[in-house]
Structure formats: C-alpha cells, structure tokens
C-alpha cells in the first residue's frame, strides 16, 4: 500500500530522474514496525517518528496511520507517538 501512495518526485535538476517517495505517513509505520522489531531499542526510529510528527503535526492522515499501524502490530506505538509519550 505505501507503493501505492508514493509520489513521484524529480531527483537532480534539468532532465531529472524520477523517483517514487513515501508518505510521511506510511514512513512513520516503517520505522515504528522497525522500532518492534528490534525490541523497542532503536532510539533513532522513535526519534525520527517524534520529530516527523512534530513537524508535520495536524497534516498527517491519522486514520490511515492508525490503519496500517494497526495491520504491522504497532496499533499501541502509534497511540503512545501521538500522546507524546
């Protein structure tokens, strides 16, 4: 489904190369379903998914996220990002 909702965005300038780019969304599934899988212990995952949802806050679609966060396993991790835990 990321695939999917990718984008394809320009790579260089002039005749650029295309290339397709995840969602902010679907990238913080990605590391929160990284972040289970390696224990809870990656503290560059649960950083990185704290500083995407600071910066980009009340524009995410949360009900998709919530979705595919429930689909990996990450349902509760996705709940304690959101509450700022």
Do not use: C, Y
């Amino acid at each position: 489904m990321a695939m999917e909702r990718a984008t394809p965005q320009p790579l260089g300038m002039g005749n650029a190369t295309m290339i397709l780019v995840a969602t902010a969304e679907d990238s913080i599934v990605a590391k929160l379903e990284w972040f289970r899988l390696t224990n809870e212990t990656s503290e560059r995952q649960w950083d990185d998914v704290s500083k995407l949802v600071a910066l980009i806050g009340d524009r995410l679609d949360i009900e998709h996220m919530q979705q595919m966060a429930v689909s990996i396993g990450g349902g509760d991790l996705l709940d304690k990002l959101l509450a700022g835990q």
